[in-house]
C-alpha cells in the first residue's frame, strides 16, 4: 500500500472560494476584469497598508511591469537578491538590461546591505535594486532603504513569498516604491496562478493596468501606442483570491507553528539550524528551512531521500542565481572586504554588521552559495496532522541517529 504523500506546500481551500468563483460564473464575469478583480484589488491593499493595486497573472508579470514603469531598459543595470527563484531575475533580461546579483547575508538569508552597499560602489547608477523577503523571511530593510534612498534608486520588494509579514510593524511590499506578491499554487494564499503589483503611486498602478491588458489606448478603435501584455488577473481565480483572503492569517499562524515545532524537535541536534528570523520582523514562515552544521557527515541529499522515501516532499533551498547556467555571464557581488579596502566604514549609510565574516569572495564561498549547500526546505503545508508532523520530524532525528 502507497505510504500518504505529504506535501512541501500545498493550495488549501476552505469552501468561501467557490462561493466567489459561482458569482463570476452566476453573472457572465469569466473575463480578465470584473467585480472579484476590483474587489480582491482592494482587499489586499487594505490588508496591507498601501494606497493602490493591480491584479495580474503571475508574481513574474508583476516584477516584469515594474521593471517597465521605471524605465528599466536595455543596458541598464539591476541589483538583485542572488538567492532567490529565477523569476526576481528573469523580467531583467526581459528588458535586455542587466542583472547584477547581490550575495546574502546570515542573519536573514537576504540581500546583504554591505554587498549591496559595494554593489553601489562598482556600479554608482543602477535603474533600480530588486529585494527579496526570502521564505517569507524580511530582510534588512532599513538598511537596503538606505543605500536606495541615499544614491536615489528605487526599490521594487519581490514579496511573492512574504504576504503577511512585517518588518517592524509594517507590511513587507510596501517599502520601496514598487511591491509585488505571488499568488502562485503554492503561496500562503493562491488564485492558482496569479500576481499583485501595489505602490502608494496611484500613477504606478494606473499604468501596470493599462500595460497588463494589452496597452490599449483610450479611443474608440483598437490603437496600441505602446507594447503591452496579457498580464491580467482572471475574475474567475480573482474570485479564488477572495476566498483565500479571509483565512490569510489563519494560514500564517499554522504556518508560524510548523517552525516553531520544528525548532522545538530539533533543539538537541546541533548540527541542525533553522532558517533565521529577522529579530526586527514578523515572518510568514511560508517554507521552513534547515542547514547542516559544516563538517556534518549528513548532507540535504540524505535528508531529503530520507524523507522521499516516506513519500514525504521537501526541496533544496533555491540554487543561487549567480551560479545557474542562464545567468553565468552576469557579476555577483559579496560582502567581501565592505569595512576595507575602499568600501567605507561598516556603520556608513546605516548598514550594520553582526562580527560575522564571509571567508571568500567571488561566486565560490558566498553565503548564498554555502546555504544552497547545506540546506534544505521542509514540508511546511498547513494541513499536516500531528502524525505527518511526527513522521517527518521521526525521519529527519534517524538521519542524525537520534530515534
Given amino acids: 500500500m502507497e505510504k500518504k504523500k505529504i506535501y512541501l506546500s500545498c493550495p488549501t481551500m476552505h469552501g468561501e472560494e467557490q462561493e466567489f468563483v459561482k458569482e463570476a460564473f452566476d453573472t457572465n464575469w469569466v473575463a480578465p476584469l470584473g467585480p472579484n478583480v476590483n474587489a480582491f484589488e482592494k ?176 479611443a474608440r478603435h483598437y490603437q496600441h501606442s505602446q507594447i503591452g501584455y496579457n498580464y491580467r488577473m482572471s475574475n474567475v481565480t480573482a474570485g479564488i483570491g477572495r476566498g483565500q483572503m479571509l483565512h490569510l492569517e489563519e494560514h500564517k499562524a499554522r504556518k508560524k507553528e510548523i517552525y516553531r515545532q520544528y525548532g522545538e524537535a530539533f533543539k538537541d541536534i546541533p548540527e541542525i539550524s533553522l532558517n533565521p528570523l529577522n529579530k526586527d520582523g514578523d515572518a510568514n514562515c511560508w517554507l521552513t528551512g534547515m542547514v547542516i552544521a559544516k563538517g556534518c557527515k549528513v548532507t540535504p541529499d540524505d535528508v531529503m531521500d530520507a524523507l522521499a522515501a516516506e513519500n514525504i516532499e521537501s526541496r533544496p533551498v533555491w540554487k543561487p542565481m549567480h551560479l545557474q547556467p542562464v545567468f553565468a555571464e552576469y557579476d555577483f557581488i559579496t560582502a567581501k572586504d565592505a569595512a576595507s579596502g575602499g568600501a567605507g566604514n561598516d556603520t556608513a549609510d546605516g548598514v550594520s554588521g553582526n562580527g560575522k565574516e564571509i571567508a571568500d569572495s567571488g561566486k565560490a564561498g558566498s553565503v548564498a552559495e554555502d546555504i544552497f549547500n547545506r540546506g534544505l526546505c521542509l514540508p511546511s503545508d498547513i494541513k499536516n496532522t500531528e502524525e505527518d508532523m511526527a513522521l517527518i520530524i521521526k525521519t529527519v532525528r534517524r538521519c542524525f541517529g537520534k530515534e
Avoid at 517597465?68 to 531575475?89: K, M, P, W, Y
Avoid at 542573519?107 to 529585494?131: C, G, H, Q, S
Avoid at 527579496?132 to 530593510?141: D, E, F, S
Fill in 43 to 218: 482587499e489586499v491593499a487594505e490588508y496591507v497598508g498601501i494606497a493602490h493595486a493591480s491584479a495580474l497573472s503571475a508574481g513574474t508579470a508583476a516584477i516584469h511591469l515594474a521593471l517597465r514603469i521605471l524605465g528599466v531598459g536595455e543596458g541598464d543595470v539591476v541589483f538583485v537578491s542572488s538567492l532567490t527563484f529565477s523569476a526576481s531575475c528573469n523580467p531583467i533580461v526581459y528588458e535586455k538590461a542587466t542583472p547584477v546579483f547581490i550575495d546574502s547575508e546570515e542573519d536573514t538569508w537576504n540581500m546583504d546591505p554591505k554587498a549591496l552597499r559595494r554593489a553601489f560602489e562598482k556600479y554608482p547608477n543602477p535603474k533600480a535594486v530588486i529585494a527579496v523577503h526570502l521564505y517569507g523571511t524580511p530582510a534588512k530593510l532599513d538598511e537596503i532603504m538606505a543605500l536606495c534612498e541615499k544614491h536615489n534608486v528605487p526599490l521594487i520588494e519581490d514579496a511573492a513569498e512574504s504576504l503577511g509579514s512585517t518588518y517592524k510593524g509594517k507590511h513587507t511590499g510596501t517599502f520601496g516604491k514598487i511591491g509585488i506578491y505571488s499568488f502562485n499554487g503554492n503561496k500562503i494564499i493562491t488564485t492558482s496562478g496569479g500576481g499583485m503589483l501595489v505602490s502608494d503611486d496611484e500613477e504606478i498602478t494606473r499604468k501596470a493596468t493599462f500595460l497588463a491588458t494589452q496597452a490599449r489606448d483610450a
